[in-house]
Structures are given as structure tokens and as C-alpha cells.
């Protein structure tokens, strides 16, 4: 009985948080059951037929947490997800809510769960999922989450309280993560990158792992990939970066369109763009290969995925193009900069920088993110949030100078009236945001009538 009426309070409570268009229901129903029942969330995970799969990591949760729904879905199998990102318990917990039937009982076959990091602990020990992937430890909201050995440790404490028979999916291009699957007491399934052609040989300064976590020796990287990731050793033989299980390789990239690589003897073709998401691909892949999918459907189904909302989201507004990217963090941010600059030619760009409670009140790293990049490359660039204009201080040192960058404009709509009036008729305009400044923007396109709102996409 307990049981049941969380269930059907926490599905009222979503009704009606979407009826009043005053959210998704994303979050709350979850927090209004287990008011109810503490533990609704564990009585709903035993009811998954085949179990659940938690995804954890600094970037590319949402993304990769899709992609794997998307392939479980095409072979046939019901998933229930947190396809919103609400990615703490309470938003795992509501999309479950989601799901249930009228008896409070879920008949759905898997759970694909998004958890935030420091939240990785109590999902594990509420879900008890068959995997569970770690992407990658960079540094991003030191006000809620401490230096990186901090957050490092308590997913390692996580994993070692996996159900005996879960595995541990983990991405050995991370120093970080690789010290982590090296202390657990069953080996993980690896993945990485290994294709030196899309790798750089130095680390970019704002690189958060350079030493190691053996001896405190300066790793010596032969390859980076994105961030600290890449192909890294310990000088003194300490440590080194374990031998991947499944490896990418030849990997091509187009921009923002599509990414294509090689992986297990089939070519993996996404519509995403961006060396980022090779590993949010490749850790998909992993996933589906640990739980016994085919290669080549794999391969096929990946062909025909679409992005979530506001990763790399792509919409018309008055014979514009959109390209929607959240960039939350200095790794993050540099990665899209890189992609849209160097690969796809982007001229035009809305920046968006919130300083809330889901970005981080701490906002200093932007001075990490290398803004000089688009000098001399970028025809308008609009500051907006409501840090628009310690954003503006930061271009200005960048060396982005009017007409380049357009006054600070905190407003969301005016920022993008500011956007779309420099942006040609026919081209690309890049809105590269944090989390809830991505949020304000969304909703003034979803009022504008240019984008659907995010609990429909």
C-alpha cells in the first residue's frame, strides 16, 4: 500500500507540473514518493526484468545513456530512462514513477539511469544495476563536488559495491578512471581511442590529471584525445594506461553532422559530431557488447540515432541554423570550441554562462577555456547568462573586440533577437551554454514555437 500510493502520488505530481507548464515533472515526483516510501526506487528496480545500467561521469551522461536506450529499444526491449537528465536519485526515481503501472509495479525491461557522480553510491545500492560505465573525471563544479581525487573516491567506493554478478564498464583513456578500475577487485571491461590521428601530443593547460596517482611523477602523454584523456604512462613505471577491450579506430569527424570509427571489425556510423562523442559511441558499444548484442546491429541502429535535447541539438529559426551544445566545464567547453571552430567552420556564436545551483556557483574556470580560439575565426559573438557580462571581461582578454563580440545581453530573448540579427540568412549559429542557461534558451525557442519543450524530445 505504501508502495502504491508513492507511486500514484509522485505520477499526480508530474501530471500536474506539466499540465501548469511549470516544468517537465522531471524531478519533484520523485521527491514526493519517496517522502512517501524511501524505498520506492528499490522496490521498482527489482521489477526490471533484465536489470539496469547506470552511467556515470563529468561529461556525456545524457548522450550516452540515449544512445544505449536507443540501441535496447531497437532489439526489441521496454527501457525506462531519465531521458531528461535529471540525474540525481529523486530524477531516477521520477522517471521509474513515469513508467509504473496503476499497481505501482513496473513491466518494463531494463533501466538505462544518467547518475551524477557524487549520487553514484545510493543509485548502486538502490538499483543494483548489471553495469554501470564511468566516461571520464574532469573538473566541474568545485563548489559541489571538490577536487577530482574526491568525486574519484567515492565512485570507486561505488563500484565496489557492485552486485556480484554487474560489471564495471570503465574508460581507460582516464588517468583518473584507470586508477579507479586498477583498485577494484574484479578487472573492468576498458575501453578507449586508438587513433593517433586525431590526437594531439600536448596536454591543454587546463588538463586536470597530469600526475601519477602511484608515485606523483608528470605522466607522460604520447597521445591526448580530449581533455586528460589519451595514451599516458608513468615515467618511473608506476602506472600506465590499461589496454583497452575494445578500442576505436580510424576514426573520421565532420564537424558537428557525424563521426565515424572502427570498433570489433564493424564501421560505427553516428550523426553526431565531435571526438567527445566517439567515446560516449564506444562506451554505448561496450555497454551493448557486454550485454550480448550483435556487432553489426549495433552498428546499424547507431546509424539512425538523434541527439537529446541540447546536445547537439539542431533547429530552424528564421532561415537560421541552431546548433545547441551544452559546454559546463573548461574540458567540456574547449572540446566544443574545438569542434565547432577547426571542424566545422562555425562564425557565429551565442555563449551562455548561469552561475546556479545545477552549473556551479563558482564560475572562475572560464578563464580555462580557451575563448582565443575564435579569435580572428568568430563573425559575432552574443555573452548571455546571468554572468553575461564577467563572460564579456573574458572574451575581451581573449582579443575578441566589437563588431566580433556584441554587448552582454543577460536576457535570454534578447540574446537570441541579438543572434539571429547578426547571423546570415542560410548560415549556422552555434549556442554553446551551461546547463540552465541552455535551459533559458530552450525555453524561449519552445515559446517562440522553434523547438518542442525538453520533456518531448
Not at 140 to 159: F, N, P, S
Not at 276 to 297: H, I, R, S, T
Not at 359 to 380: C, H, K, M, N, P
Request: charged content about 25%; aromatic content about 6%.
Amino acid at each position: 500500500m505504501r508502495r502504491t500510493a508513492a507511486v500514484w502520488a509522485g505520477k499526480a505530481t508530474g501530471a500536474l507540473a506539466r499540465i501548469s507548464r511549470l516544468g517537465g515533472g522531471t524531478t519533484l515526483p520523485g521527491d514526493v514518493a519517496r517522502a512517501i516510501d524511501p524505498d520506492v526506487l528499490r522496490k521498482m528496480s527489482r521489477d526490471l526484468k533484465h536489470g539496469a545500467i547506470v552511467i556515470t561521469g563529468t561529461n556525456g551522461k545524457t548522450t550516452t545513456a540515449r544512445l544505449i536506450s536507443w540501441l535496447l529499444e531497437g532489439a526489441g526491449h521496454s527501457v525506462v530512462s531519465n531521458r531528461a537528465g535529471a540525474n540525481l536519485i529523486f530524477g531516477a526515481t521520477a522517471a521509474a514513477l513515469e513508467k509504473a503501472g496503476a499497481n505501482g509495479k513496473l513491466k518494463v525491461d531494463w533501466g538505462v539511469f544518467e547518475i551524477d557522480e557524487a549520487s553514484l553510491e545510493r543509485a548502486v545500492d538502490e538499483i543494483q544495476p548489471r553495469a554501470a560505465i564511468v566516461l571520464n573525471l574532469f573538473r566541474d563544479q568545485l563548489d559541489r563536488y571538490g577536487e577530482l581525487e574526491t568525486i574519484a573516491k567515492r565512485i570507486e567506493a561505488a563500484l565496489k559495491r557492485l552486485p556480484a554478478d554487474s560489471r564495471a564498464v570503465l574508460n581507460a583513456d582516464d588517468p583518473r578512471v584507470a586508477e579507479i578500475g586498477l583498485n577494484l577487485d574484479r578487472p573492468p571491461l576498458w575501453f578507449g581511442l586508438d587513433d593517433t590521428s586525431v590526437a594531439t601530443r600536448e596536454l591543454p593547460h587546463a588538463a586536470d590529471a597530469r600526475t601519477c596517482p602511484r608515485c606523483g611523477a608528470s605522466l607522460v602523454f604520447d597521445a591526448v584525445y580530449v581533455g586528460h584523456d589519451g595514451v599516458y604512462r608513468c615515467p618511473n613505471g608506476d602506472f600506465a594506461r590499461p589496454v583497452p577491450d575494445l578500442a576505436a579506430t580510424h576514426i573520421d569527424l565532420n564537424g558537428f553532422e557525424s563521426l565515424a570509427m572502427g570498433v570489433s571489425g564493424v564501421r560505427i556510423e553516428l550523426p553526431l559530431g565531435g571526438l567527445y562523442n566517439c567515446y560516449n559511441a564506444l562506451a554505448a558499444f561496450a555497454a551493448g557488447d557486454a550485454l550480448g548484442l550483435d556487432p553489426a546491429f549495433i552498428a546499424e541502429r547507431l546509424r539512425t540515432f538523434r541527439a537529446a535535447f541540447g546536445r547537439q541539438e539542431r533547429l530552424e529559426a528564421q532561415g537560421r541554423r541552431l546548433n545547441l551544445v551544452l559546454s559546463k566545464n573548461p574540458a567540456g567547453f574547449n572540446e566544443t570550441l574545438r569542434t565547432a571552430v577547426d571542424l566545422a567552420g562555425g562564425r557565429n556564436f551565442l555563449i551562455g554562462l548561469n552561475d546556479r545551483r545545477a552549473d556551479g556557483t563558482d564560475v572562475s574556470w572560464i578563464w580555462d577555456v580557451d575563448f582565443e580560439r575564435l579569435r580572428g575565426r568568430a563573425q559575432v559573438v552574443v555573452p548571455a547568462g546571468n554572468r553575461a557580462d564577467d563572460l564579456a571581461v573574458r572574451l575581451k582578454y581573449a582579443g575578441l573586440t566589437a563588431p566580433i563580440a556584441t554587448p552582454p545581453e543577460p536576457d535570454p530573448a534578447l540574446a537570441l533577437d541579438a543572434l539571429i540579427r547578426a547571423t546570415p540568412e542560410g548560415e549556422t549559429a552555434h549556442v554553446l551554454c551551461t546547463y540552465t542557461a541552455m535551459l533559458d534558451l530552450r525555453a524561449e525557442l519552445v515559446r517562440r514555437g522553434w523547438a518542442k519543450p525538453y520533456w518531448e524530445t
